[in-house]
């Protein structure tokens, strides 16, 4: 039954912001640990059902004051900046409302890095 309890615990923790998923999987296994081996399940269950919740006060805390619906529903007004002003190519975008930073995928793939320093294994 531990096994259903952490699964669903992992399910509520990638229900929350990204910021602060870390943090919350590792308080809830902690927390499931004190809880007795028959209530482990219903403590899960009832973990996933408060999520909405907990979601909501997280993104406050994040965002320094109320959240806005739109990023509580993953829906961020981004803009993007330049986090390295001698390369303008190299860009993030951070949300306009709760200020959470998205590092697009613009590095090179391991395939297409031939010669590169980090990938040049052998050479």
């Given amino acids: 039954m531990t096994g259903l309890a952490r699964m669903l615990l992992n399910v509520t923790a990638r229900l929350l912001p990204r910021a602060a998923r870390r943090r919350y999987q590792e308080e809830l296994d902690a927390e499931l640990l004190q809880v007795a ?30 959240p806005s619906l739109r990023c509580y529903l993953g829906r961020h007004g981004k803009r993007v900046v330049h986090p390295n002003p001698e390369d303008h190519s190299i860009i993030a975008l951070v949300c306009r409302r709760c200020g959470q930073v998205r590092d697009p995928r613009q590095y090179l793939h391991a395939s297409d890095a031939n010669g590169v320093a980090w990938n040049a294994q052998g050479q």
């Fill in 37 to 66: 081996p028959r209530g482990r399940v219903s403590f899960a269950f009832s973990m996933l059902a408060s999520v909405p919740k907990l979601r909501w006060e997280v993104l406050a805390g994040l965002s320094g004051g109320r």
